[in-house]
C-alpha cells in the first residue's frame, strides 16, 4: 500500500470493534510528497512532452495525405481519442508540450518549492532531488517564447490543429482556457521572484485579448465572453467564460485595477443566473447546444471561479450559487469513495482530470478531507501499477484507458497534489479525523456504514442507480 502513496493511519487505536484514525497534517505531507516528487520526475524524464487528449490532427500519416477532408479529419481526431487502446503509434502521432500543461507543470514546480521550503524550515530537510524553482522560470520562460502573437493582448492556444464540427482550430488560434491559467504562471512567478515583473506586466495584456478578441459584451444578465476565435454565435461555453472571469480576479488582485473585478463581476453575474435548479451547469447556453450534460470537471472549474472571486474580494455576493454548487458537485459528481462521476446521471468514464479538479476544488472549501479522499481514489485506481507517480487517463465499467496523457494526467495530478499538500501544510488539524467501523455485523448503523466506505477507497467505486456508461465524450472543441 505504502508504494502506491497511501497514507498510514496515524495514530490508531482499537476500541470496541472500531478504529480511531487521526492523520496529522505533517504526516499527510510526508506520505503524499513522495508521490508528489514522482509524478513531477515522470514529466521531467520526457521533458514535459508526451500525448494530450484531442491530437489526433497531428498524425503524420493524416497530414500525409494530399487532400484534406473535415469528416475525415473527424474520424482520426475521435478515433484516437476514444479507442481503449493507445493508437497514437499507430497513427505516428506527434507529441508537443501543451501550452496549458507547461503553465500547470510551471505551478506545481513552484509549489513543490514552497513545499521544501517549509521542509526545511520544520523538520530541517534540505535534500531536494531537483531543481523545482529552475524548472518553473524554463517553463515559464517557454511560456513567453511560444505565446500567440498578433493579438491585442497576451494569449497563447493548444499546439495541436482540432476539428470542430463545423470549422478546424489551428495551433495559431488563442483560447481563454490556454491563455488564463499561463496568466497564473505568470503573476505567480512574478510573486515569489522580485526580478519578474515583466511576467506580470505581459500577463496584464491578457485582459485585452480576452475583451476586445474574445468580445467581451454586456447582456441584460451580466456579460459574456467567447471561449475561441472560432466559437459558433449560437452558444456559449460556460466553463470557459468562468475560467475567464478567474483570470480577471487574478489581475485584479495583483493590480488592483477596479475594471477587472468590474469585468469579472459581470461574467459571474451571468453565469449565476444560469445555474440549474440542481446546482449545476451545463457544458454550454443553451443545453441543447452540446451532447455534454452538467460533467464534472467543467463544473469544477465554475465553482472554482466562484470560490476565487470570494476568497479575493471576501464578498458573499455569490454565496447563495456558490453554496448550492458546491452541495451538487459534492453529492452527485462524486462518490462516498472519493470516486468522480462523469456527469449527474453517469458514473462512468471516471476521468482523472474529474478527480484532479475535485481536489482543487474541495482544497480550496477547506474540505481537506475529501480532497483527500478523491487524491487516495486516483492512487488506487489510476496509478499505473509498480510505477508510482505515472496515471492513467480514465477508467471504464469494464476496462480502463491505459494512455497517459501529459497534461490532462501528469499535469493536472502535479498541480492538484501540489495545492493540497501546500494547504495540508498550513493546517494545524487532523486532515483525516474519522471512526472506522472494523467489520460490518448487524449492528452497524447508517453512520457507521459510511464511515467504514470511508475507511478505504474502492477500486470500482460505482454506484448502481449510474453506472451506466455515459455516452457522451467532450465535445470537439473543448480540451480544457
Known amino acids: 500500500m505504502q508504494s502506491q502513496g497511501f497514507p498510514d493511519t496515524g495514530g490508531v487505536t482499537e476500541t470496541g470493534g472500531r478504529v480511531e484514525m487521526g492523520v496529522t497534517a505533517t504526516e499527510t505531507v510526508e506520505q503524499y510528497e513522495p508521490v508528489l516528487d514522482a509524478t513531477l520526475a515522470y514529466a521531467r524524464r520526457h521533458d514535459y512532452i508526451g500525448p494530450d487528449y484531442g491530437d489526433g490532427l497531428s498524425s503524420q500519416l493524416l497530414q500525409a495525405l494530399p487532400v484534406e477532408n473535415r469528416v475525415l479529419n473527424l474520424v482520426v481526431q475521435e478515433t484516437v481519442k476514444r479507442t481503449p487502446v493507445d493508437v497514437r503509434p499507430l497513427f505516428r502521432v506527434e507529441c508537443k508540450r501543451n501550452y496549458k500543461g507547461a503553465a500547470l507543470f510551471a505551478m506545481a514546480n513552484r509549489n513543490y518549492q514552497q513545499l521544501a521550503a517549509q521542509d526545511i524550515a520544520d523538520r530541517g530537510v534540505a535534500d531536494l532531488p531537483f531543481d523545482p524553482e529552475g524548472e518553473a522560470d524554463r517553463l515559464v520562460d517557454w511560456l513567453v517564447d511560444e505565446r500567440i502573437t498578433d493579438y491585442s493582448g497576451f494569449c497563447g492556444g493548444h499546439r495541436h490543429p482540432i476539428q470542430h464540427l463545423h470549422t478546424k482550430g489551428v495551433p495559431s488560434d488563442p483560447d481563454i482556457v490556454s491563455t488564463a491559467y499561463a496568466v497564473r504562471a505568470f503573476l505567480q512567478a512574478a510573486r515569489t521572484d522580485d526580478d519578474a515583473e515583466e511576467y506580470a506586466e505581459l500577463a496584464r495584456t491578457a485582459a485585452d485579448f480576452l475583451v476586445e ?9 451580466g456579460a459574456k465572453v467567447d471561449y475561441h476565435m472560432n466559437h459558433p454565435d449560437d452558444s ?4 470557459a467564460a468562468a475560467i475567464g472571469a478567474h483570470m480577471l480576479v487574478d489581475l485584479y488582485d495583483y493590480f488592483g485595477d477596479e475594471e477587472y473585478r468590474e469585468r469579472a463581476t459581470k461574467i ?10 440542481i446546482g449545476g451547469w451545463p457544458y454550454r447556453l443553451p443545453a441543447s447546444a452540446s451532447h455534454l450534460s452538467m460533467d464534472s470537471h467543467h463544473n469544477g472549474f465554475v465553482i472554482e471561479a466562484f470560490q476565487h472571486y470570494r476568497d479575493v474580494l471576501g464578498s458573499d455576493r455569490y454565496a447563495d450559487t456558490l453554496d448550492t454548487a458546491l452541495e451538487f458537485y459534492r453529492e452527485d459528481l462524486f462518490d462516498l469513495d472519493g470516486a468522480p462521476n462523469f456527469d449527474e446521471e453517469h458514473a462512468y468514464p471516471r476521468d482523472i482530470h474529474a478527480s484532479t479538479q475535485g481536489i482543487l476544488v474541495f482544497t480550496k472549501e477547506g474540505e481537506l478531507e475529501l480532497a483527500e479522499r478523491i487524491l487516495r481514489w486516483v492512487l488506487a485506481n489510476l496509478q499505473v501499477e509498480g510505477e508510482e507517480g505515472r496515471y492513467y487517463y480514465r477508467k471504464y465499467r469494464h476496462h480502463t484507458k491505459r494512455v497517459t496523457l501529459m ?15 501546500l494547504a495540508v501544510s498550513n493546517s494545524d488539524t487532523d486532515v483525516r479525523t474519522s471512526t472506522v467501523v472494523n467489520s460490518m455485523d448487524s449492528s452497524t448503523t447508517e453512520t457507521e456504514a459510511e464511515a467504514q466506505a470511508l475507511a478505504q477507497p474502492t477500486t470500482d467505486g460505482g454506484r448502481p442507480p449510474n453506472d451506466t456508461p455515459s455516452d457522451c465524450d467532450d465535445e470537439t472543441d473543448s480540451q480544457s
Open 213 to 221: 478578441d474574445l468580445n467581451y459584451r454586456e447582456v441584460e444578465t
Open 236 to 239: 456559449y461555453t460556460v466553463n
Open 268 to 277: 459571474l453575474d451571468h453565469i449565476a443566473t444560469a445555474q440549474t435548479d
Open 407 to 421: 497534461r490532462w494526467c501528469q499535469g493536472w495530478m502535479s498541480y492538484a497534489m501540489s495545492e493540497f499538500l
